[in-house]
T-cell receptor, first 112, second 110 residues
Framework: NAGVTQTPKFQVLKTGQSMTLQCAQD?????MSWYRQDPGMGLRLIHY???????DQGEVPNGYNVSRSTTEDFPLRLLSAAPSQTSVYFC???????????FGSGTRLTVV | SQKIEQNSEALNIQEGKTATLTCNYT??????LQWYRQDPGRGPVFLLL?????KEKRKERLKVTFDTTLKQSLFHITASQPADSATYLC?????????FGAGTRLAVHP
């Protein structure tokens, strides 16, 4: 049982490049979310999903896209990377609302 | 907007004492509050959930309270140990999403 798997663990991008952060869970969880974590600011919600085909914006969605074509996968796309998107990104999943979330180990992204 | 506020200053306590961390929320009461532990370089780990209609929840040495009048949750670790040193995050849940506070760093000294 792998839990929540995020790839890659580290990534350096140049300003303007695009990339996809991968997130997969094998727990058959309906709820999945993406967060970014910056020093002193805690976790901020980017996008979330309550099931395949359903996504919604969180607190800081600008510059990011998501899709949820399967229950297992929830990729996060950076359309045109900016230095302000330098952060640690966490994917998390949960069985349903009112349940604890399982987090991945994170992707450390640097945009230069 | 619905905010979660945690004391940004680190909490330093002596081993064996009870650590108490505070989480305050704004606006309406959330359906539930969750507490997580995060170690450096790792993802948060779920500890406890308490619902709006519950006053208190316990799990081993951990205790969480939910006071809708004060708009506050308290997180207690009794008989604290150096291994409890970490950052503890509070999150408010409802409307299918979870919003986190900035976290409070706890340091337990031998």
């Amino acid at each position: 049982n792998a839990g929540v798997t995020q790839t890659p663990k580290f990534q350096v991008l140049k300003t303007g490049q695009s990339m996809t952060l991968q997130c997969a869970q094998d727990m058959n969880h309906e709820y999945m979310s993406w967060y970014r974590q910056d020093p002193g600011m805690g976790l901020r919600l980017i996008h979330y999903s309550v099931g395949a085909g359903i996504t919604d914006q969180g607190e800081v969605p600008n510059g990011y896209n998501v899709s949820r074509s399967t229950t297992e996968d929830f990729p996060l796309r950076l359309l045109s990377a900016a230095p302000s998107q330098t952060s640690v990104y966490f994917c998390a999943s949960s069985y349903a609302t009112g349940h604890g979330y399982t987090f991945g180990s994170g992707t450390r992204l640097t945009v230069v | 907007s619905q905010k979660i506020e945690q004391n940004s200053e680190a909490l330093n306590i002596q081993e064996g004492k009870t650590a108490t961390l505070t989480c305050n929320y704004t606006n309406y009461s959330p359906a539930y509050l969750q507490w997580y532990r995060q170690d450096p370089g790792r993802g948060p780990v779920f500890l406890l959930l308490i619902r709006e209609n519950e006053k208190e929840k316990r799990k081993e040495r951990l205790k969480v309270t939910f006071d809708t009048t004060l708009k506050q949750s308290l997180f207690h670790i009794t008989a604290s140990q150096p291994a409890d040193s970490a950052t503890y995050l509070c999150a408010r849940g409802g409307y299918n999403k979870l919003i986190f506070g900035a976290g409070t760093r706890l340091a337990v000294h031998p």
